[in-house]
Every structure is written in C-alpha cells, then in structure tokens.
C-alpha cells in the first residue's frame, strides 16, 4: 500500500515567517531555491564555555533594524561549523543551528546558517532542504502567501 502524501503547498518568492522560538513574528524572508541550507541574519558570532564547561554558540539575531528586535544575545549548546557556499560562488564557513520556524501555521525543525546578511535587503533566506521538507512550490510571482493563508483561516468562524 502507498503512503499518502501530503498535497504540496505554493510559497512566493518572499514570505513574513515566524521563529516562535525566538518570539520573532513577521521577519522578512526571500525564498531562494539556488540554496540548500536556510540562512538568518545575526552578528556579535562567538563560542564561549558554557556552565558545564561545553561549547555555546552566543549570538545577536537580526539587527536594530528589525521591529522584534530587543538585543537579547541567543545561546545554542547544539551547533556545528560547515563549509556553506555563498550565492557568489564563494565557499563560507559558517556556523548552522537548528530552529523552529513556523509557515501556513505549521512549524518546521529546519538549519539555519548564521551569517551577516547587513548587506542583503532580507534577514532570512529559505532553502532547498526547507522547501523539500515542508513540500512547498514557488510561484516567483506572489508574496506572502503563508500569512494571507493564516488570516484568511483566523476569519472564519
């Protein structure tokens, strides 16, 4: 007997995506289906000893910049350190953690890579291993889809 699956869902190409993690609701994202891995913008990137004497990730998430944004430095036990290629072709190493980010209403356990994304107009990149995942489409010509489709869901009795 097949398994059924779930039907895909259509993303555009810039979705307000939640880290209810984080408390962080309606951060910008562009999907980017040229990159595997999810990326979020954070700064201040350093590992420090944790009180069990273990390796923490301490970073800033986003920036001034963002509405959500409170300057509190965010702690990750569980972190590793890849060779992430950038969108220039360049190869980055870079530190991934796993975060839960929440899209149609539904939360994915996904990677993140941490980088400095001052530079770009969106703080989150979304990436191949999420779309696969979560089996979104993309439709290039639509934005937002996740957060019409939650309110559209909110107004109905």
Known sequence: ???????????????LVDFPD?????????VDTGAYTSAI?????????GPDGEPRLRVLLLDPSH???DGTLME????????????????QERYVIRAV???FGEDFNTEFS??????????VLLGRLLLRHGRFVVDVARRNLSYRTQANQSLQP
């Open 67 to 69: 509405p959500h944004f």
């Open 41 to 49: 913008h954070c700064s201040n990137i350093e590992v420090v000893d």
């Open 101 to 103: 980010l929440r899209l």
């Open 76 to 91: 990750f036990a569980n972190f590793t350190l890849r060779d992430i290629k950038s969108s220039n072709g360049d190869v």
């Open 114 to 123: 941490l980088s400095d994304r001052s530079d770009m107009k969106y703080p």
């Open 22 to 30: 984080f408390q962080l609701l309606g951060v910008e994202a562009k």
């Open 1 to 15: 007997m097949k398994k059924q699956r779930m039907p895909k869902r259509t993303v555009g190409r810039l979705e």
